[in-house]
């Protein structure tokens, strides 16, 4: 199984600031990757698919970048909507999602 | 507007069996793949499986083969997944999500039902 790691677990930022989320993959994913933001008590948002591609509907401010086994999501201008847990899922090989990034307000 | 709507939550005794249901509209239910995940409390996103709205093949996580049976009714647009022999680790949220096979994701999401497995 390839597993998913992602860091930090916890992050906190500023309304404004660029964050950054990594994803770690145990072994090649060849940019099948996709990211999603979980609010609370809520399901799971689809942001970004195959590593870059947004999700129609997703504000501009989300990026992702990667290759191989290193992936990055991007939030380029923090908002105080996008405080939630962020989750990585690659398809490569059947699906797994890592263990997700919870994005808090300082 | 593309909708899944999921079954209430459970509450049920170990060793018991539950099914979910996940009744859709908005779109071809034939034409997609519906998946099935599980999420315990504050913990990460298991996908438990898929099955194809238009002929009801079947694609499980390992994990979860003899756990969970997911099956569709396309006359009703819904997707139904059994759970079988129930014990406190199967406690969690469970979401049905659409899957577009182009993208590999998950563009809707059930709300999500609660079960609950306590004598």
């Known amino acids: 199984d390839i597993q998913m790691t992602q860091s930090p677990s916890l992050l906190s930022a500023s309304v404004g600031d660029r964050v950054t989320l990594s994803c770690k993959a145990s072994q090649n994913i060849y940019k099948y990757l996709n990211w999603y933001q979980q609010k609370l008590g809520e399901a799971p948002k689809l942001l970004i698919y195959y590593t870059n591609s947004l999700q129609t509907g997703i504000p501009s401010r989300f990026s992702g970048s990667g290759s191989g086994t290193d992936y990055t999501l991007t939030i380029s201008s923090l908002q105080p909507e996008d405080v939630a847990t962020y989750f990585c899922?690659?398809?490569?090989?059947?699906?797994?999602f890592g263990a997700g990034t919870k994005l808090e307000l300082k | 507007e593309v909708q899944l709507q999921q079954s209430g939550a459970e509450l049920v005794k170990p060793g018991a069996s539950v099914k979910l249901s996940c009744k859709t509209s908005g779109y071809t239910f034939s034409n997609y793949y519906m998946s099935w995940l599980k999420q315990m409390p504050g913990q990460n996103i298991e996908w438990i499986g898929n099955i194809y709205g238009g002929n009801g093949g079947t694609g499980y996580n390992q994990k979860f083969k003899g756990k969970a049976t997911l099956t569709v009714d396309k006359s009703s647009s819904t997707a139904y997944m059994d759970l079988s022999s129930l014990t406190s680790e199967d406690s969690a949220v469970y979401f049905c999500?659409?899957?577009?096979?182009?993208?590999?994701?998950?563009?809707?999401w059930g709300q999500g039902v609660m079960v609950t497995v306590s004598s």
């Open positions: 899922q690659q398809y490569n090989s059947w699906n797994t």
């Open positions: 999500a659409r899957r577009v096979a182009a993208i590999g994701g998950f563009d809707y």
